[in-house]
């Protein structure tokens, strides 16, 4: 017993070890931050002053890492203050232009108004804008991929002994699942009893998704021995931000296995 807890925690170990090599820590706190400003009288751009409104109040999305931009090209009052509300809801953010100015003048004039969301988990995010009347101007919706800095994927023994292929009844009564769990920002995705030629030898790849990660098995060696096995194929990323993940698993035929979803706490 002593000997097996002695592996696991060498195992252990080496995936940790494997995993600080790539580690880049993200702050993500478990709420938004955002930030606003806005250009001098004319834009970035230096556009001036205008006496009629350009041919439409744009509003420009674009995503910078974890961080949404939304850039509104405004056309105020001259001595117009705006500052930007953001507000979370259940599919993203509204933000609303306010004008805090206590003054007006007979004057036109283009702004440009930035607003910065950062912080942000990965996930799809419906960004809505508003001015200051309180007028639909334009969405959109900004995909967050998930992130990770790195993996591992092992496979175990075989498991239960060997089965020959020719016997007359093979033994099928371990059904193949998917387990996961996480410890800080790591995850182990545990595909059990994958019945494969007991000389194989099954890695991983791991495509990102919109909720998280596909995970695909294939062959390093596609055994020919006459015998089967089962084993369990362990897949390890690490780096991973704050937040939920869908994991899918499809064995080495593309088949899907299974799926779990996955919670990655907030650094504290």
Known sequence: MIKYKAI????????????????????????????????ACGGNNS????????????????????????????????????????????????????????????????????????????????????????????????????????FESSQSKCKGGLYKTDAKTTPYDLEDSVLAWSHADTAWVMHKNDLENCASIVKTKIERTLEGFDLYEYYIVKGNAYCLCYFDITTTPCG?????YLIRVFDTVGEFVGEVELVIPPNE
């Not at 925690?9 to 955002?34: A, D, E």
Request: with cysteine; net charge negative.
């Open 8 to 39: 696991t925690i060498l195992v252990l170990s080496l995936f940790v070890l494997v995993c600080s090599k790539t580690k880049n820590p993200v702050k993500n706190p478990p709420s938004f931050q955002f930030e606003s400003s806005q250009s």
């Open 47 to 150: 556009l001036g002053k205008m006496e009629a409104p350009p041919k439409d109040n744009s509003v420009i999305f674009s995503l910078h890492g974890d961080t949404i931009w939304v850039i509104h090209r405004a056309f105020y009052d001259c001595c117009s203050k705006i500052e930007v509300e953001v507000v979370k809801t259940a599919n993203g953010f509204d933000l609303y232009d306010h004008n805090v100015s206590d003054r007006s003048c007979d004057c036109l004039c283009i702004f440009d108004i930035t607003t910065l969301i950062f912080d942000l988990r990965p996930g799809t995010y419906f960004i809505r804008y508003f001015n200051i009347y309180n007028m639909l101007l334009d969405s959109a919706v900004v995909d967050i991929p998930a992130k990770y800095t790195g």
């Open 240 to 244: 991973l931000s704050p937040g939920v």
